[in-house]
């Protein structure tokens, strides 16, 4: 198992290098140079000269990119160009709430997901089964900003259940150590605080889970299927298992193994998905911290904020894969 | 065996005789899901060619007369889906949204394949250190989100039309190069290739006459899904303001992004385009899954 973990964890090294030379790559690529976009209308050859020295830029390009691995290595990520604040502090400041909102997403497909595919492969080609694959169907087919209007629309602007943007009410002023809402409101026990973020989140979290909602119903479906027409599931409830029984540690455990990869895979989408919900509900992630960055162009947060994300995602995979392997030994053992 | 060659040995098809793609076809007449999406389909992409036919007004004429009593009245005989906040006809510009939607996906879909098509191919025939080097360029791409990838190149090139399908393309790239690689590692230890080697058949002429044809069906189905997956995320950036720049421009992504100004009092400008959306990406992800289904040699020869 050790090994096994060693080796993911080795294969990180050439992914995340690779990351960086993408990410540099990039930086170089961008219109404009560093010096031009400094100086303004104030630069002369000269100025431009001296700021390139001053910055490296006129170093070989292998040196530039070990100084800029070294400086993104030292988290050091550069500075918002609107705000003049460190990109890492705003990260900061701003990943906490997108984080509660993509854990509220998760919690809201798998908890609906897995159940809705398991009856439905339990009720197969009846109507129950041919209506939830419909519903999967829609989820993928929406576009999640479209979804997160017509959501807003219904139950906040006709209905007036729901707040309609934010992540908690103006008057509502609780201490936040933590920059979790609902952390912060629980050790400040203020339970009308809790309730009010709870309720900021409900609906940007049932429009960013929709996606995974449909696809881990229809994988929960499929496995299921398979599964059900095992030979050990014959054999158990050959022997006179209780029908439940054989459906909880039969069916289900082993259906959950493909079931679990893909929850895991779903964490990018959720990522970049935010980008889209809390744009429509001003919701104050990453998301919508990214979407103000492009258009403003302000390219120092676009780059620290998706190379962030990216190394996100791929630590999260990372997890995922390791986590695969320890309950599914056939992985872990079979070498490649 | 990653997670990604499990991936790839379930989309593994066997080598099959000319009898597939009729035995998928009859399988294809059969799903009631795939007829649906097939009309859908054609419906869009008729619309789509047949815009200026369709298209009872000018998508980019405006007619501020109209919302002089404010933004916006709603459908009347004269503009049936009503119109915009300048004016112009809602339903004319649905119409020739779809022809921009249906250019962004197979624009978008065909860089992506053609490209992924070529590095899958060259991965997977050859083998050895290529195939290493390639496959972890593909996991690199793999690891940043798509949508989160197109929005990186478009920032990078600026926004537009052409550099959103091309972004899009570029995200597809991985996808389709993993696919095929998956798919011609399976062909390859295939009898029949061994039989045209044995022969002394060119490799070039082995890989193009034998082996992507057989490699193909997979690529097919994800074509399909791509294209959906295609015009969503270009909605997306259209709706993000990365889509075409000139305001005129109908864009089903670009006319839901002043949308949500007036949701209180014309709901209708948002649900339009955006059900526009819906049913054409339902209608290729219903052809795919149909198709999916049709081509998997498990389900072959029943129903």
């Known amino acids: 198992m050790l090994r096994f973990v060693v080796r993911r964890l080795l294969l990180l090294v050439p992914i995340l290098l690779g990351l960086s030379i993408l990410v540099f790559v990039w930086i170089r690529a961008l219109p404009g140079s560093p010096a031009q976009a400094l100086l303004g209308e104030r630069a002369t050859p000269q100025t431009i000269h001296q700021i390139n020295h001053q910055y490296g830029l006129d170093k070989p390009i292998y040196v530039q990119y070990w100084r800029y691995l070294k400086e993104t290595s030292q988290l050091k990520l550069g500075t918002s160009i609107t705000t003049r604040q460190p990109v890492l502090t705003e990260i900061g400041q701003r990943f906490p709430a997108t984080v509660e909102l993509s854990i509220a997403a998760a919690l809201f497909s798998i908890l609906i997901g897995i159940p809705l595919g398991f009856f439905a492969a339990k009720r197969h080609r009846t109507v129950f089964d041919h209506v939830s694959l419909g519903i999967s169907l829609f989820g993928i087919s929406i576009p999640i900003f479209f979804l997160a209007l017509i959501l807003k629309y219904v139950f906040a602007v006709r209905l007036g259940w729901l707040p309609t943007v934010g992540q908690i009410s103006v008057l509502i002023n609780i201490p936040h150590p933590t920059n979790f809402y609902i952390l912060d409101a629980l050790l400040a026990g203020n339970m009308g605080a809790l309730w009010d973020v709870v309720q900021h989140l409900i609906l940007p979290a049932v429009a960013l889970g929709s996606i995974p909602l449909a696809v881990i119903t229809r994988i929960t479906r499929a496995a299921v299927l398979d599964v059900q027409n095992e030979d050990y599931i014959r054999t158990a409830r050959a022997k006179g298992l209780a029908p439940r029984i054989v459906d909880l540690r039969h069916v289900l455990r082993n259906a959950l193994l493909p079931v679990s990869t893909i929850v895991g895979l779903q964490v990018g989408l959720l990522l970049s998905g935010a980008i889209l919900t809390e744009t429509v509900f001003a919701y104050p992630g990453i998301g919508s911290w990214l979407r103000q960055a492009i258009s403003d162009r302000n390219y120092p947060v676009i780059q620290g904020g998706i190379l962030f994300v990216a190394i996100i995602v791929v630590f999260v995979n990372l997890l995922v894969d390791i986590s695969y392997g320890l309950i599914n030994p056939r992985i872990r053992l079979g070498g490649k | ?303």
């Not at chain 2, 009309?39 to 869009?44: P, R, S, T």
């Not at chain 2, 022809?99 to 025939?125: C, P, T, Y």
């Not at chain 2, 050859?126 to 195939?131: L, Y």
């Open chain 2, 1 to 303: 065996m990653s997670v990604a060659e499990l991936e790839s040995r379930e989309v593994m098809i066997e080598g099959a005789g000319a009898g597939l793609w009729s035995d998928a076809l009859r399988r294809l007449r059969r799903n009631p899901g795939a007829i649906v999406g097939a009309v859908l389909v054609a419906i869009f992409v008729l619309v789509a060619l047949a815009a200026p036919l369709l298209a009872p007004h000018d998508p980019r004429a405006q007619d501020l007369n109209l919302i002089i009593k404010g933004c916006c009245p709603g459908p009347s005989a004269h503009h049936l889906l009503g119109v915009d906040d300048l004016g112009r006809d809602e339903l004319s510009r649905i119409i020739y949204g779809a022809r921009l939607s249906l250019l962004i996906g197979i624009v978008s879909v065909s860089v992506g394949l053609s490209l992924g098509i070529v590095i899958g191919a060259i991965s997977g025939f050859f083998g050895g250190w290529i195939d290493s080097l390639l496959m972890r360029l593909v996991d690199i791409m793999l690891a940043i989100p798509g949508f989160l990838m197109a929005i990186g190149i478009v920032a990078l090139l600026g926004p537009g039309l052409f550099q959103v399908m091309i972004a899009i393309g570029i995200v597809n790239v991985p996808i389709f190069t993993r696919l095929l690689r998956g798919s011609v590692l399976a062909q390859r230890e295939n009898d029949f290739v061994l039989a045209a080697r044995a022969v002394g058949v060119r490799r070039r002429t082995i890989l193009i006459s034998h082996v992507l044809p057989n490699a193909i069906s997979p690529v097919i189905v994800q074509g399909t899904l791509a294209l959906a997956t295609a015009i969503i995320d270009a909605a997306g950036l259209g709706f993000l303001g990365l889509g075409p720049q000139d305001p005129s421009t109908p864009e089903w992504g670009n006319m839901l992004t002043d949308t949500v100004r007036y949701l209180q009092t014309a709901p209708f400008l948002a649900i339009f385009p955006g059900v526009a959306i819906v049913l054409s990406v339902l209608g290729f992800n219903l052809i795919g899954d149909g198709l999916r289904e049709a081509l998997d040699p498990k389900l072959r020869g029943r129903a």
